[in-house]
């Protein structure tokens, strides 16, 4: 996977004490949506992250929605559980963009 980011992304990395975790969603409900989220520690710690230097780590997950409400969908993307199928282990990102834009971190990532 290539992992690529803007200079506005490398200053806001340089600034930081920790790295940075971004969690990359491929989320199956009622559509399948992709997610990108960033946090400063990850989300699970049952999943394992790529260390891609001291500031940047990323984790790819497979999720199932807990339910096909479009509310809830909209509001709080539920997870029911992780895929661990052989077909979900072979969906793998080939591409990471990030950028960090108006004080927002921002990203995209394509399978």
């Known amino acids: 996977m290539t992992v690529i980011w803007t200079e506005r992304a490398e200053r806001k990395l340089r600034e930081q004490s920790a790295p940075l975790v971004v969690e990359m969603q491929l989320y199956f409900s009622c559509v399948v949506k992709k997610r990108v989220l960033f946090n400063l520690q990850p989300r699970d710690e049952n999943v394992a992250s ?34 661990e199928t052989q077909g979900a282990r072979q969906m793998r990102p080939s591409l990471l963009q990030i950028d960090h834009r108006s004080g927002q971190w921002q990203g995209e990532f394509t399978v």
């Open 50 to 83: 790529v260390e891609v230097n001291d500031k940047l780590h990323v984790v790819f997950r497979t999720v199932q929605a807990n339910s096909c409400d479009p509310v809830e969908f909209a509001s709080s993307y539920p997870i029911a559980m992780e895929y």
